[in-house]
C-alpha cells in the first residue's frame, strides 16, 4: 500500500537549532517524494522535490531508498519556518494520474 | 499570472443535502486535481481531471463527482451530504503533458465545508 508516515505532529525547535522533520514513505517502485508547507494563513505550497535536488530556503531533504526516508532539514532554524510542513509521494510508474498522497503533517515551532 | 480561486471560502450544509464546490485553475494550467483535507490530517486525494474528463480517483464513493470544463475551471460535486463530509476541499491546477501532471501544483485556499 501507498502510505507516507510524518511520526512527529509537533517539533519545537528553538531559533538557530537544527531542524529534522521526519518522513518515511511505503510504495512499490518508483516514488516521487516532495514536501509541501503551508505557513499561518497562506495556502499549500511546494517547498522542494527530491528530483530536484535542491535548497529551498535553507531546506535539504534526501531520498534514502534503503530506509524509504525522505527527512527534511535545516541546519539553522528561523522564526519564519514556524509552519505546518507535509511530506508527500506520488509514483512514477505508466498510468500514473501524478495524484499526490501526503503525510499527516508536522507542525514546526521555531522559538525566540 | 492569476493563482487557483475557489468557491466558496466556507459553507455550511445539512445532513443528505448536495453541495457544488467551484474552482478556477491558474492561467496557462490544464488539470485540476481536488483534495478532502480532515481537521488534523494530510490532504486526501480525491480526483484529477486533464482534458475535461476524469484521469485518476481516490478511495471516495461515488457520489463525489466532478466536472471539468473547456476553460480548464472544475466543479466538485457531493450528493447525500454526510456529517463526515466535513472537512477543507482543496483543489490544485497544473500544467500536464502528454495526459501527465508535471506535479508543479498550485493550490488554491480551499472550501470549508461543515455538514451538520
Known amino acids: 500500500a501507498q502510505r507516507v508516515t510524518q511520526p512527529e505532529k509537533l517539533l519545537s525547535v528553538f531559533k538557530g537549532a537544527p531542524v529534522e522533520l521526519k518522513c518515511n514513505y511505503s510504495y512499490s517502485g518508483s516514488p516521487e517524494l516532495f514536501w509541501y508547507v503551508q505557513y499561518s494563513r497562506q495556502r499549500l505550497q511546494l517547498l522542494l522535490r527530491?528530483?530536484s535536488r535542491e535548497s529551498i530556503k535553507g531546506f535539504t531533504a534526501d531520498l534514502n531508498k534503503g530506509e524509504t526516508s525522505f527527512h527534511l532539514k535545516k541546519p539553522f532554524a528561523q522564526e519564519e519556518d514556524s509552519a505546518m510542513y507535509y511530506c508527500a509521494l506520488s509514483g512514477l510508474s505508466s498510468g500514473n494520474t501524478g495524484k499526490l498522497i501526503f503525510g499527516q503533517g508536522t507542525t514546526l515551532q521555531v522559538k525566540p | 499570472e492569476t493563482g487557483v480561486t475557489q468557491s466558496p471560502t466556507h459553507l455550511i450544509k445539512t445532513r443528505g443535502q448536495q453541495v457544488t464546490l467551484r474552482c478556477s485553475s491558474q492561467?496557462?494550467?490544464?488539470?485540476v486535481s481536488w483534495y478532502q483535507q480532515a481537521l488534523g490530517q494530510g490532504p486526501q486525494f480525491i480526483f484529477q481531471?486533464?482534458?475535461?474528463?476524469?484521469?485518476g480517483r481516490g478511495n471516495f464513493p461515488p457520489r463525489f463527482s466532478g466536472l471539468q470544463f473547456p476553460n480548464y475551471s472544475s466543479e466538485l460535486n457531493v450528493n447525500a451530504l454526510e456529517l463526515d463530509d466535513s472537512a477543507l476541499y482543496l483543489c490544485?491546477?497544473?500544467?500536464?503533458?502528454?495526459?501527465?501532471?508535471?506535479?508543479?501544483?498550485?493550490f488554491g485556499s480551499g472550501t470549508r465545508l461543515t455538514v451538520v
Open positions: 527530491h528530483i
Open positions: 492561467s496557462g494550467h490544464n488539470t
Open positions: 490544485a491546477s497544473s500544467l500536464a503533458q502528454g495526459g501527465r501532471a508535471n506535479y508543479g501544483y498550485t
Open positions: 481531471y486533464y482534458r475535461e474528463e476524469e484521469n
